[in-house]
C-alpha cells in the first residue's frame, strides 16, 4: 500500500538541496564507506564531516555552497550510518581511522578538514593524528562542554553513570535481530524532530527521503540500530578539548548558543582557554547545534571567507 | 567434553566453552557456583582450567570478540566496555550468579561486568595476563594506525590487539565502577585483586572499600 501523506517527490523538492555530484564507495579498514562529493572534480579538496546519527546527505543544501565557492567537497556516511555499511562494532578510533582512510582515498597535499558537532571533535583529533593531511580546521559547534557534568553533584553523576550501564547493557541484549520502526516519510520526519526540534518540517522530511529506504512496510531510517545515544565509556570532554591547542594550521570555531538536545551547550569562555594562537572563534546567537542547516548561507560564507 | 556454545552478541558469536563439568552437571551436590574464566588480550580460552585452580564448580570460559572461535569482526572497533556485552551474553546464558576470573585484559573487562551486573556476578578475581595495564590513564598523543590484516583475517584480530592494548583506564572511572560492583553486591568483598601488577586503575580501586587482595586461591575460595 502506498503510504499516505507526503510522497517522495513532495519531500525531495527541498528548495536549495542539490544530491551529490559523485558517490562512491571505499573500504580502506574494511567497513565499506559511502563517499559523497559535491563541487568539481578538478577543485582542490575539503573535507567534509557530519554528526553523530547524521549522513552525508545532511549537507545537501550546505556542501553545494561550499562547492560552488571552489571547493570539491567529500564527505562521507560514517561506518553505520547513511549509505555505509553497518560495522560489527563502532568505537571512536574505528570511527577516526575510517576518516583518515578517506582522506588518503582523496590524495594530494593537504586540506581544510571541516566538521560538525561528532564530525567537528573527530576532525579536530584528525588534524592533531594527521598534521601532514589538514591545512585548516574548521570545527562547526563540535566543542565538547564539561559544563553539564561539572554542575551535577557527584551522587547525581554517579546514579546516571549506573543507569546508563543498565540501559546499555539491555540495549545489547536486544539487538539480535532488530530492525528500525518502519514508517511514513511524515512519522518519521516527526520521529527525527526529537533530535532536530529547531528544523522545518520540509527539511526533516527531505532528509527522509535520503537517509531513510523504503520497503514494502514502508520508510525506515538507515542508521544502524546498534547505535545508541549515550553509552558508557571513560571518555571525558576535556580530551576533545586538549586536541585543540596543538593545532598549528588556522583554526576556525563555531558555536550556536541556542541549546539544544543535541548540542553539548558549551559556553564560549569554556573553549577560549583551549583555542590554538590565532584561531577565530565565532559566537552565533539565536542559532542552535545546526549551524550549517539553521544559516547554511551564512554559515557556508563564514567558511568561505575564512579559507580564502 | 560438552561442546562450546556460541551465543550472540549483536553481529557477534561468542563462543562459550565448558572445561570441566562440575559436580552439578555429573549429579553431584547441586547449586555449585559456575567459575566463568575470561582470558587476556591475544590469547584463548584454554583447553583445560588452569592446573594450579582449584574449584570445585563446573568451570567455563568465553572466547572475546575477535578471539579464540569467537567472531573476528571487520575493520576493529574494540573497547572494553563493548567486550561487557560479550560476557554479558554469557551470564545471560549461565542463568545463574557466577564467580568470574579474569586474567589480563579480562580482569579489566571482569571488573565492568561486575559493575554492569553485580546481581549476576558472585564475585570478581582480577590476575595478572595480558593487557592487564591498557593504555594508561589519558588517550596521550595516538596518532592513527591501520595493521597490516593477513589476507586470510585469522584470530587473535589484529585490530583487537592494537585498540585494547592502548584502551585508556583512568583511575576514577576504574574506581566509580568498582564502587558499582561492591553496592550492587551480596558480598563484603566481591573484587578480588590477585595481581602483582598494579597499574593506576588497579592501584585505585584498592582503595574502594570492598575490594580486597590476596593471592588467587585465596580469592577463588573465598567466592564458591
Redesign the interface.
Known sequence: MEPSGTTLEQARAHPGAERPCRRYTVA????ELAVSEWGDEGDPPLLLAHGGFDFAGTFDVFAPMLARGGWRVVSWDQ?GHGDSA??????W??D???A??VVESVGGGPMPFVGHSKGGRLITH?A???PHRVSAVVNLDGLPSHRAMSDMPDHER?RR??TE??A??EH??S??GKERRPGTIDELAQRRRRMNPRMSDEWLRYLVTVGAERSADGWRWKVDP?LRMG????W?PQ?SLLQLPGIAVPFLGVLGLEREEMGWGTRPDEVLAYLPPGARFEELDGVGHFVHIEQPRMVADLVLEFLS | MTSPVELRHNRVKVVLHTLAAGPEITGGRAGTRPLLLLHGLGERTARHPPAHLRWPGPVFGLDFTGHGRSTVPVGGGYTSEVLVGDVDAALCHLDRPVTVLGRGLGAYVGLLAAAARPDAVHGTVLADGPGFAGGGVDPGSRSVIRPEIPSEGGSPDQYALMELSDDVRPPDYARTLAGFAVDGSGQDTPIWVAATVRPPWVEAILEVPGVASGTLQEGLDGYC
Open positions: 580502506p579498514c574494511g567497513v561506518r553497518r560495522a560489527h562494532l563502532y568505537s578510533e574505528a577516526l581511522r575510517d583518515a582512510g584528525l592533531n593524528s594527521l554517579t553513570l549506573r550501564i543498565s546499555w547493557l545489547r541484549r539487538l539480535v546498534a553509552g558508557f565509556g571513560p571525558q580530551w
